[in-house]
């Protein structure tokens, strides 16, 4: 994914690489970390003031700290999102009623919070929440009628009429 730091481990792996003069390219090839990425992180090595050697004797606080040492702090999480992140766990046990949506779970979240996110950004975050939570998968309510016993339910009913012989 776009903008997200490597861990300390790939960082050190790279250090590596460096210091046995391997280039950029076979970096990449031995890595699979993109090359772009290895030249933004060559410019922060450089940008440290430290050789690649001092680097590596560092501690993975120390290195993190010297590497961001020249970044701006992060940006304040948007208030429309810590607001939705804090109604999850209500959201989620609720998902597991039967007859709940996330569509009425929508609604209500918009009557509560007007400013809050469009249906299909609030899906999204709901999604991500649920695979991080390791949820293997949500139980959904049937949007039809039975029309017979639960046992002999097939394909057919689900789209013929007995009573009136007709298709919907």
């Given at each position: 994914?776009a903008?997200?730091p490597?861990?300390?481990q790939?960082?050190?792996?790279?250090?590596?690489?460096?210091?046995?003069g391997?280039s950029?390219?076979?970096?990449?090839?031995?890595?699979?970390?993109?090359?772009?990425t290895?030249?933004g992180?060559?410019?922060?090595?450089?940008?440290?003031?430290?050789?690649?050697?001092?680097?590596?004797?560092?501690?993975d606080?120390?290195?993190?700290?010297?590497l961001?040492?020249g970044?701006?702090e992060?940006?304040?999480k948007?208030p429309?999102?810590?607001?939705?992140?804090?109604?999850?766990?209500?959201?989620?046990?609720?998902?597991?009623?039967v007859?709940?949506?996330?569509q009425?779970?929508?609604?209500?979240?918009?009557?509560?919070?007007?400013?809050?996110?469009?249906?299909?950004?609030?899906?999204?975050?709901?999604?991500?929440?649920?695979?991080?939570?390791?949820?293997?998968?949500m139980?959904?309510s049937p949007?039809?009628r039975?029309t017979?016993?639960?046992?002999?339910?097939?394909?057919?009913?689900?789209?013929?009429?007995p009573?009136?012989?007709?298709v919907?």
């Amino acid at each position: 994914m776009a903008n997200r730091p490597l861990n300390m481990q790939k960082i050190r792996q790279i250090l590596l690489f460096l210091e046995r003069g391997f280039s950029q390219r076979s970096i990449e090839r031995e890595t699979g970390i993109n090359r772009r990425t290895i030249a933004g992180y060559l410019q922060r090595f450089a940008d440290s003031g430290f050789s690649i050697a001092e680097l590596l004797f560092f501690s993975d606080v120390e290195l993190e700290a010297y590497l961001n040492a020249g970044k701006a702090e992060q940006v304040e999480k948007d208030p429309r999102r810590i607001h939705l992140e804090s109604q999850f766990s209500y959201l989620f046990s609720e998902l597991r009623r039967v007859g709940v949506t996330r569509q009425l779970l929508w609604q209500e979240y918009i009557n509560e919070y007007p400013d809050g996110f469009g249906y299909s950004r609030f899906c999204e975050l709901l999604q991500e929440h649920i695979r991080k939570q390791g949820a293997a998968a949500m139980k959904q309510s049937p949007p039809y009628r039975y029309t017979k016993s639960r046992m002999s339910m097939n394909y057919w009913d689900l789209w013929y009429r007995p009573n009136s012989n007709t298709v919907k």
